[in-house]
């Protein structure tokens, strides 16, 4: 995948959180006894850690990943290609 296609994955995911916060916050007092509700607040507090920090970039974990497995001159050669 490329790094753009990382990028718009990671807007995607923003977005997702946002709606799933929504959901939560409306209906949790409805919900709250219900099993399928712990899951949900499961699912949010991953998200939470992840998007709502802001230091999650999918692409710069990638180019990090990319470069410990490349030399320093392949890394710059791939940089510029």
């Known amino acids: ?15 997702e959180w946002q709606i799933l916060e929504r959901l939560y916050y409306k209906g949790k007092n409805q919900h709250r006894s219900a099993l399928f509700w712990r ?5 949010r507090r991953i998200l939470k850690r992840m998007v709502g920090s802001g230091k ?4 710069n974990t990638l ?19």
């Open 39 to 43: 899951h949900v607040g499961e699912v």
């Open 63 to 81: 180019e990090c990943v990319r470069g410990s497995f490349l030399d320093s001159g392949n890394a710059e050669m791939s940089k510029k290609a």
């Open 1 to 15: 995948m490329s790094i753009k296609a990382f990028t718009t994955l990671e807007s995607a995911l923003v977005e």
């Open 56 to 59: 999650f970039r999918a692409s």
